[in-house]
């Protein structure tokens, strides 16, 4: 194996560094959209969760106005 290394040109090292540099980068783009996935999921989740929030406040401030009257 290292007498195959060693046989290696420059030219081949070259490509296998960028072979390697290519999966590197498609690894990272792949990464950053599941992160982006995850976000929108998290907004969504955050805002579903405020809109219930405001439902139970109308319900409350409802249910407190007829106990005014």
Same mark, same amino acid.
């Given at each position: 194996? %290292?007498?195959?290394?060693? *046989?290696?040109?420059?030219?081949?090292?070259? @490509?296998? %560094?960028?072979?390697?540099?290519? @999966?590197?980068?498609?690894?990272?783009?792949?990464?950053?959209? @599941?992160? %982006?996935?995850?976000?929108?999921?998290?907004?969504?989740?955050?805002? *579903?969760?405020? *809109?219930?929030?405001?439902?139970?406040?109308?319900?409350?401030?409802?249910?407190?106005?007829?106990?005014?009257?």
């Amino acid at each position: 194996m %290292a007498n195959r290394q060693n *046989n290696q040109s420059p030219e081949s090292l070259e @490509i296998f %560094a960028a072979k390697l540099a290519l @999966i590197g980068v498609t690894l990272t783009t792949l990464g950053d959209g @599941i992160t %982006a996935i995850a976000a929108a999921l998290a907004l969504q989740k955050l805002a *579903n969760s405020n *809109n219930k929030g405001s439902s139970n406040q109308d319900n409350q401030s409802k249910q407190f106005e007829q106990l005014k009257k």
